[in-house]
């Protein structure tokens, strides 16, 4: 890990006071400029350290999207805490596991969610500084407001010696068990984001703020709407990107969901130019929104989308409504940044699933050997450079994850893929999720794509059950008003997909749960199935 280089407490410090009346937050109840935003973060940072919190301490976000998660998010690097999100829809022990593995030593919540915080063992809870934000919830105990937090607290910079070795904490939910704590070093997520500017140049906090200031600098977009959950690394990622390059972030609150008219109001007001979604569950509202606004992603440069399928039918239908905007598909994780992307224009694209790897990026099979291109070898995908220190309080998961082979320390995060011919990959999915069905390894996403080409079908999960015969059998959960099944398997034997892929089980439902990101939900799934 890097034991030099930049803290992004550091940098906004530096950066900070000269951005003046620039916007820092546009949000619900109007706009944060940034020398308010640099003395609330100053005064939100020194308040927490007077009521005890210590270098390294993690401060849990329990909070829906909205400035304070983006304000809290700047104090914590200021004040050197470490961020430790929790998602919102988490249950009590859901919670009371997160705020106990982080031992948060400050909790932040969304007063709508204090019925939650309510319900926790006051033994848990107790020594801890609980923040409230907001003032529609039930009351829990000896919670301050957070807006009486900051009352006659000095905004001046701390004037902390800070470390780029300084940790953030991201939950990130598995397949089983409780979410576990991906550990990243500030200054690694600092080389993430702008080395790719400053290849063999000194990579300092100097260097790095005046690269935020040149003139003539071509960013992809200067004012960028967070639609997805903060709480999720998708949007935390832009949210410190937006910040740590001095622009402006546009969020809403999404304690109602992911609302698309409301989205499309604040790109028409602000001249939002970049955005980032989670695959089709988001695009798909957001088309069916601007159908009805000709015009309203006009001011789009670029949109992006990671962390869930985001097909190709679903693509052409955006540039068919703002043929101006490049689509930007990014394959990355919590675990592993930068592993890929791909790029579609108007012009044209590439298939869905398909990218382009990143530099730090390559791909080995079972036994570390790196695969050949255009050999059909399923391989793993495996990112160099910057990455996670490892996993908090689970050193075997660490070492399974993040592996060296051949000198250079990799991170697997567990997607598999097969190498084109032109070193392009193709994604199937992760390894933990493959359907082994009569012996032969059926991929989710593959057969999900393929089932979302049907024109009745609107959104598609697929998992595998346990079943005497084949081992495990595919089965779907498919969102739509009214579908034959019988004709859905007829439609994907079609050519679209061999036959052992095709689902033995279909359910169809009117609304398919996903989590709050956007990512498939597969055991709410295998319950619909049940």
Request: hydrophobic share 40%; charged share 25%; with cysteine.
């Amino acid at each position: 890990m890097t034991t030099d280089g930049v803290n992004f407490g550091d940098l906004l410090d530096e950066i900070g006071p000269s951005l003046g009346d620039h916007p820092a937050i546009v949000h619900d109840d109007g706009v944060t400029s940034w020398r308010e935003f640099d003395r609330r973060t100053n005064a939100l940072a020194r308040a927490m350290r007077d009521h005890g919190a210590a270098p390294g301490d993690r401060v849990a976000f329990f909070l829906h999207n909205g400035p304070h998660y983006i304000e809290l998010l700047a104090a914590t690097f200021k004040a050197r805490l470490a961020h430790a999100n929790i998602n919102y829809r988490y249950v009590a022990h859901e919670v009371a596991h997160l705020v106990r593995d982080s031992d948060a030593r400050v909790v932040v919540f969304d007063a709508r969610l204090g019925e939650v915080l309510a319900a926790l063992d006051p033994e848990l809870l107790a020594g801890r500084l609980l923040v409230r934000v907001g003032g529609d919830g039930p009351v829990v105990d000896g919670a301050v407001d957070y807006e009486a937090l900051l009352d006659g607290v000095d905004t001046a910079p701390l004037g902390e010696q800070r470390s780029p070795a300084d940790p953030i904490f991201i939950y990130t939910g598995g397949t089983t068990g409780y979410p576990k704590g991906v550990v990243w070093e500030t200054g690694d997520m600092a080389r993430v984001i702008f080395g790719a500017e400053l290849v063999d140049q000194p990579f300092t906090v100097d260097r790095v703020a005046a690269l935020t200031r040149t003139p003539d600098r071509v960013v992809p977009y200067d004012v960028g709407l967070v639609a997805s959950p903060l709480m999720h690394g998708a949007a935390l990622w832009m949210a410190i990107t937006m910040m740590c390059n001095g622009h402006t972030a546009v969020v809403a609150d999404n304690a109602g969901g992911f609302d698309a008219d409301r989205h499309l109001d604040l790109i028409e007001a602000n001249g939002v130019n970049g955005m980032i979604l989670v695959g089709d569950s988001f695009a798909r509202p957001l088309i069916a929104a601007a159908e009805a606004r000709p015009g309203s992603l006009g001011s789009l440069r670029i949109m992006g989308s990671t962390g869930a399928i985001w097909s190709t039918p679903i693509k052409q239908r955006l540039l068919e409504l703002h043929p101006g905007m490049v689509l930007l598909d990014l394959l990355a994780s919590t675990e592993a940044a930068s592993i890929g992307s791909s790029v579609t224009t108007a012009a044209g694209g590439v298939e869905t699933a398909r990218f382009e790897l990143g530099p730090n990026c390559r791909v080995f099979d079972d036994d570390d050997r790196p695969v050949e291109p255009g050999s059909d070898t399923v391989g793993y995908l495996a990112v160099g450079g910057p990455q996670p220190v490892g996993y908090h309080n689970d050193p075997d998961k660490t070492a399974a994850t993040f592996r060296t082979i051949d000198g250079v320390r990799y991170s697997f995060p567990g997607d598999m893929c097969t190498v084109d011919a032109d070193g392009g990959i193709t994604l199937l999915g992760r390894g933990s999720n493959c359907i082994n069905t009569a012996g032969e390894k059926v991929f989710p996403e593959e057969v999900e794509e393929a089932v979302k080409t049907h024109p009745a079908v609107r959104d598609c999960l697929v998992v595998g059950l346990e079943d005497e015969t084949w081992g495990q059998a595919v089965a779907a959960v498919v969102e739509a008003d009214d579908l034959d099944t019988d004709e859905l398997r007829a439609f994907l034997r079609d050519g679209r997909l061999a036959g052992y892929k095709i689902p033995k089980r279909v359910v169809v439902v009117g609304s398919l749960a996903r989590k709050a990101n956007g990512k498939a939900d597969y055991p709410a799934a295998r319950a619909a199935l049940s």
